[in-house]
């Protein structure tokens, strides 16, 4: 399983970003996808996770804001971030998991078995 993000780029607070991860080696549907970001010195941060049926879930931190997202037919899961925050400045990943129930989003880094290689996210105040 391959991924690769993209779609990070420099905005000003209240601004938005469409992060962009395409995927290859896997079916999407048997998988769980989520969005984490990190700051150097900091841990990885479940952001947002879908589930194999659709269903997803947000950190507290983002909800009402970011917006995940997949299309199936091309391989490629979304985050749509839209009033954006200082504090949401940071490296943003995302990861694929199979562990147990696929159809269950999970927030948790220790849940994921691929990485991508991350997207770097920043915002100015």
């Known amino acids: 399983v391959q991924l690769v993000e993209s779609g990070g780029g420099s905005v000003q607070a209240g601004g938005s970003l469409r992060l962009s991860c395409a995927a290859s080696g896997y079916t999407g549907s048997t998988y769980y996808m989520g969005w984490f970001r990190q700051d150097p010195g900091k841990g990885r941060e479940g952001v947002a996770s879908?589930?194999?049926?659709?269903?997803?879930i947000y950190a507290d931190s983002v909800k009402g804001r970011f917006t995940i997202s997949e299309d199936n037919a091309k391989n490629t899961l979304y985050l749509q971030m839209n009033s954006l925050k200082p504090e949401d400045t940071a490296m943003y990943y995302c990861a694929a998991g199979r562990n147990g129930g696929w159809w269950t989003p999970r927030l948790t880094p220790s849940d994921y078995n691929y990485w991508g290689q991350g997207t770097q996210v920043s915002v100015s105040s």
């Open positions: 879908i589930g194999g049926y659709g269903n997803t």
